[in-house]
């Protein structure tokens, strides 16, 4: 149980472009999700908190206007890179948390190159 | 504010060897959460352990072991008779408790092993 799906796993766009980037829970229901940015040989950064229904927080740093997050369901949540740009370009990773037991289930991540 | 260390970067060993993967925190929280994940080369997360923290005592899980001493801040994760399917990276985590599904999580820098044949 506690599966959680990106979808895609990679994708390749031109600057410029728009990209998004879905994470479902595939047999629980996620009250939380959370967005992360890896870039290689880095750590995982959050970028930002999502509740079902509600706005995403976003952390310091983190351009909303550019990262836009919905959370439209219980079992979905997206992130759109709008106006990408090569600097965009890593490896971004989606969580999801039921309210117990305090853990987040990983997505397997979505490799974005951006032309 | 919390913050996770993991002053090892990169650790090579020989298969079969032991190898000790430290990680340091630091909150002001009593109550909080730690976790350790492998990252392998195709980058999906795998949970390894979480632990409270009132609970300190070690687990152990097959060659996996976890050392939590809350008097020095420190949850270390031994590997015993390494494999060279243990290669990855490792991730060392510190979860603060709010309001459970909202709890942050923070991730030390990673720690990159390699397991030669």
């Not at chain 2, 290669?87 to 092993?113: D, P, R």
Request: with cysteine; charged share 20%.
């Amino acid at each position: 149980g506690a599966v959680v799906s990106q979808h895609p796993s990679r994708v390749i766009c031109k600057s410029g472009t728009s990209v998004k980037i879905e994470c479902r829970s595939l047999d629980f229901q996620a009250t939380t999700m959370f967005w992360y940015r890896q870039f290689p040989k880095q750590s995982l950064m959050l970028m930002a908190t999502s509740n079902e229904g509600s706005k995403a927080t976003y952390e310091q740093g983190v351009e909303k206007d550019k990262f836009l997050i919905n959370h439209a369901s219980l079992t979905l949540s997206t992130l759109t890179v709008t106006s990408a740009h090569p600097e965009d370009s890593s490896f971004y990773i989606c969580s999801a948390s039921r309210s117990v037991p305090y853990e987040q289930y990983f997505g397997p991540g979505t490799r974005l190159t951006v032309t | 504010a919390q913050k996770v260390t993991q002053a090892q970067t990169e650790i090579s060993v020989v298969e079969k060897e032991d190898v000790t993967l430290d990680c340091v925190y630091e909150t002001r929280d009593t109550t909080y959460y730690l976790f350790w994940y492998k990252q392998p080369p195709s980058g999906e997360l795998v949970f390894l352990i979480r632990r409270n923290s009132f609970d300190e005592q070690n687990e152990i899980s097959g060659r996996y072991s976890w050392n939590f001493q809350k008097s020095t801040s420190s949850f270390n994760f031994t590997i015993t008779a390494s494999q060279v399917v243990d290669s990855a990276v490792y991730f060392c985590a510190l979860s603060e408790v709010y309001t459970g599904a909202n709890s942050k999580l923070t991730f030390g820098k990673g720690i990159t092993l390699s397991v030669r044949p």
